[in-house]
């Protein structure tokens, strides 16, 4: 009876201690975590980053990672390349229950800041491509799919006169299948899904089939963006164009296809109802920038199709990745047709895919 006793007193310590352990390390592991994510930031080339806190979500296969900031090193630059309330990393059980170990990402609320300055240090407008390699440590299981909820992508120029920010809110994406296999999915392409706001006003969206696994690009893209208002754009104008506008609203349609190393493509913009010169308001302007707007303005009127009160004109490209064609004469020829001919009409041509990239130079 004793030894009983001792057996049973030994595995009640025993499983009391596997516990204590275990909620130890539990209460430990979000620590651990941080600790690790932040040091991984810190790795980042010209970059550096951290998060303020981890959660855990054991029974779903989970854990998020809150207030993440990823900041130019050198401090020249007044806001961060990358922000975050909330990235969750989790196991897709579907797949899991058949066999295959792949992950989704979610993102809530992130922000990406682009910025041109003066100098190379003052400006952030690309992303190290060693960045890949840090952000499949932070978690290494294949991604099949990840979500961006409430996105921002912002353009910023705080050293022109005016000072420029460009913005897409509201940015809504849904990546699919990344994991570019059949036994994920019924297909082997990967698609991707974007809607967003730009400047409070115009829509953006962008829908793209693609294969992330073949060596040279390989996708079809179709891109809108719809009825951005050029007067929300005036700061963006007046520091690149030195001029504004008093109305108008600007639209653009745009396809593209790439395969073996080649891709082909057209973007189509519209310019409609713009007003240049208002000669109440304008006539107090410096007189060289009145003479530019007047010049800007006349040049509008000439290619703007009366009935449709649009400029527009088609911009064919195509070539090998590093050495592009544009095509020059016929973007000329579509806008004369469009103000004279032709109006072009809005929205995609569908004129555009993968089987019609050419292989020749």
Known sequence: MSILKKISRTTLIVIISIVVLLVALRLALPSIIKHAVNKKLNELPDYTGHIDDVDLHIYRGAYAINGVEILKRNGKVPVPFFSAGTMEFSVEWRQLFRGHLVATIRIFHPMVNFVQGPTKEQSQTTADKRWQDKVKDLFPLKINSFKIVDGEIHFRNPYSDPKVDVFVRDLQVTATNLTNSLKVAKTLASNLNATGTIMGSGRFKVDVDLDPFREQPTFNLDMQLTNVSLVKLNDFLRAYAKFDVHKGTFNMYSEVAARDGRYEGYLKPLLKDVEVVKWKED??????????????????????????????????????????????????????????????????????????????D
Request: proline share 8%; aromatic share 10%.
């Open 283 to 360: 006539i107090k302007k410096p007189v060289f920038e009145l003479l530019w707007k007047v010049v800007v303005g006349a040049v509008k009127d000439i290619f703007t199709n009366p009935p449709k009160e649009q400029v527009a004109t088609k911009v064919p490209f195509s070539g090998s990745f590093g050495n592009t064609s544009v095509g020059v004469w016929p973007s000329i020829w579509e806008l004369i047709k469009n103000a004279f001919i032709q109006a072009l009409m809005p929205g995609l041509d569908k004129t555009i895919s993968m089987k019609d990239v050419s292989k020749k």
